[in-house]
């Protein structure tokens, strides 16, 4: 059972950054392809980015291109989602989820693949 721990939220002033962390465990070796997603309070929840097994292939989403940049370290099991110049509309509970693919570069922004995910760190941007 994959097993998802994020870490890294808090409050940060608007022009801040903060960079996310999605710990996984309880896995073999099969490809893994992880994704980030948010929720704000009252909207759906919104795919930001994702990253395939291999790191090679990615996808960030048009509302954060250019002040967010997703990546892995398998050796530590870990995702990275680094994010920049954060807005007050980037407030929203982030969340890691992952799928089990046989591909080393599927990534997707769509919830539907997504099989595991972790109970989310909190992101608030204000002054």
């Known amino acids: 059972q994959l097993r998802l721990v994020e870490s890294g939220g808090g409050l940060v002033q608007p022009g801040g950054s903060l960079e996310l962390s999605c710990a996984a465990s309880?896995?073999?070796?099969?490809?893994?392809?992880i994704g980030w997603f948010r929720q704000a309070p009252g909207k759906e929840r919104q795919g930001v980015s994702c990253?395939?097994?291999?790191?090679?292939?990615?996808i960030v989403a048009d509302s954060v291109k250019g002040r967010v940049t997703i990546s892995r370290n398998n050796a530590k099991n870990t995702v990275y989602l680094q994010m920049n110049t954060l807005e007050p509309e980037d407030t929203a509970v982030y969340s890691c989820a992952a799928f089990r693919t046989f591909s080393s570069r599927t990534c997707s922004l769509s919830t539907a693949p997504y099989r595991y995910w972790g109970q989310g760190t909190q992101v608030t941007v204000s002054s």
């Open positions: 309880g896995f073999t070796s099969d490809y893994y392809t």
């Open positions: 990253i395939s097994s291999s790191g090679g292939n990615t």
